[in-house]
């Protein structure tokens, strides 16, 4: 039998974008996985509403992974300029020199990080 909600919002939470904590009943869920109907095994973080509501709430595909896997492959030895660079490079791999869903000729991604 499914579980009333009304116990939902006792719980205390901490937004992950601001840092501020409030109750489970004011926050918004997120998935870093970008599906938060499928809810088996998982462990959602929160946003407070005015975080949520600054959110891009467009699919982002398989960013994530595409992330997780550069950061892997850096192993946190290198700036940001260079992990930008390496994520340049890997959505170049991935997805050809436009991007995913990329409609033109691609010219900005060959910029370097500083944006030259």
């Known amino acids: 039998m499914w579980r009333g909600r009304s116990n939902r919002g006792e719980q205390s939470v901490v937004c992950i974008a601001c840092g501020d904590s409030l109750s489970r009943r004011n926050a918004r869920e997120y998935d870093k996985e970008g599906n938060r109907w499928e809810r088996d095994g998982k462990e959602f973080e929160y946003l407070c509403k005015p975080c949520h509501r600054e959110l891009c709430h467009q699919p982002r595909g398989d960013l994530e992974s595409l992330l997780v896997d550069v950061e892997r492959d850096r192993d946190g ?21 436009a991007g995913p869903g990329a409609s033109g000729s691609g010219a900005e991604g060959d910029r370097d990080a500083r944006g030259e």
């Open 77 to 97: 030895r290198t700036g940001p300029a260079q992990f930008l660079r390496a994520y340049q490079g890997a959505v170049r791999e991935r997805y050809g020199a």
